[in-house]
Nanobody, 116 residues
């Protein structure tokens, strides 16, 4: 069993910053990648940013240059630094962990709201 606990969501004004954290615990083996997805009302869940075990990062075009994903492998924690935020970034943000051995895990989500 793997648990992902997110923190750091909230309300921010346009142009502001937030930092999300996600700590993984439990039976964690062979992590291939950790990252973040988001889902806005009426929209499908979409990739925001992900970092693989070798440090490769991948970002949605809409957040490139504004968001930065990082990972502390020793702590099984992934972070998302969000800068220059826009109202379009408003969504529930979900932490994601991909294990080579046991599949994909999701956090419960944290609300991020950007006011104009």
């Amino acid at each position: 069993q793997v648990q992902l606990v997110e923190s750091g969501g909230g309300l921010v004004q346009a142009g502001g910053s937030l930092r999300l954290s996600c700590a993984a615990s439990g039976r964690i083996f062979s992590v291939a990648a950790m990252g973040w997805y988001r889902q806005a009302p009426g929209q499908q869940r979409e990739l925001v940013a992900i970092v693989t075990s070798d440090g490769t990062t991948n970002y949605a075009d809409s957040v490139k240059g504004r968001f930065a994903v990082s990972r502390d492998s020793a702590k099984n924690t992934v972070y998302l630094q969000m800068n220059s935020m826009k109202p379009a970034d408003t969504a529930v943000y979900y932490c994601n962990l991909q294990s080579r051995w046991s599949g994909t895990y999701w956090g419960q989500g944290t609300q991020v709201t950007v006011s104009s």
